[in-house]
């Protein structure tokens, strides 16, 4: 139990369009997810906190207007990368919050490339 | 701000030693810490989490230790086998209670082990 999945698993897309990530917990019910960002060799860094049905919390330096977080249900957070550009370019992970266990369960992660 | 440090970044050893990562946190008021394995280019496999109440936690081969109020964990591997070959992530979670808090990450240990 409490598996994670992401779609897509990977991604390439162009300077300035927009792409969406998906993150789904496919057996419990996750009023709160997050979402991580990781540069090649760097540590997972948290984006922000998505709560179902109210808006997203941010971190500090994290561009909320960049980066759309929708947690339209209990079991789906969509991260939206707006006007990407090459920068934006990371392993991008989610992670479900289940209550029962106190836990985070993680996603297998997006490889995002913008050329 | 939490921070979190591991030592060393890299190790390589041979098959069958006992090894120890090291991980360092700055701010105490946790709370809980949490070893991941990650494999390149994938997600986070969950090793052991302790409550910040805990002493430490052990699955086979693994054995985590936590002393919280000098702000340091220890993971354990015994008998080192070549699969054991990921880099080992330490991750640390808020004492603000509650429990749906996001994760602070060290850099990881990246460890190989020769055949």
């Known amino acids: 139990g409490a598996v994670v999945s992401q779609h897509p698993s990977w991604v390439i897309c162009k300077s300035g369009t927009s792409v969406k990530i998906e993150c789904r917990s496919l057996?419990?019910?996750?009023?709160?997810m997050f979402w991580y960002r990781q540069f090649p060799k760097q540590s997972l860094m948290l984006m922000a906190t998505?709560?179902?049905?109210?808006?997203?919390?941010?971190e500090q330096g994290v561009e909320k207007d960049k980066f759309l977080i929708n947690h339209a249900s209990l079991t789906l957070s969509t991260l939206t990368v707006t006007s990407a550009h090459p920068e934006d370019s990371s392993f991008y992970i989610c992670?479900?919050?289940?209550?029962?266990?106190?836990?985070?369960?993680f996603g297998p992660g997006t490889r995002l490339t913008v050329t | 701000k939490q921070e979190v440090t591991q030592i060393p970044a890299a190790l390589s050893v041979p098959e069958g030693e006992n090894l120890v990562l090291n991980c360092s946190f700055t701010?105490?008021?946790?709370?809980?810490l949490q070893w991941f394995r990650q494999d390149p280019g994938k997600g986070l496999t969950s090793l052991l989490l302790?409550?910040?109440?805990?002493r430490e936690q052990t699955s086979g081969r693994l054995n985590a230790s936590l002393d919280k109020s000098s702000g340091r964990s220890t993971l354990y591997i015994a008998a080192s086998q070549p699969g054991d070959s990921a880099t080992y992530l330490c991750?640390?979670?808020?004492?603000?209670?509650?429990?749906?808090?996001?994760?602070?990450f060290g850099k990881g240990t990246h460890l190989i082990i020769q055949p």
């Open positions: 701010d105490s008021a946790i709370y809980n």
């Open positions: 998505s709560n179902e049905g109210s808006k997203a919390t941010y």
């Open positions: 991750a640390v979670k808020r004492g603000s209670g509650g429990g749906a808090d996001g994760l602070t």
């Open positions: 057996d419990f019910q996750a009023t709160t």
């Open positions: 992670s479900a919050f289940r209550t029962a266990s106190y836990e985070q369960y």
């Open positions: 302790i409550q910040s109440s805990q």
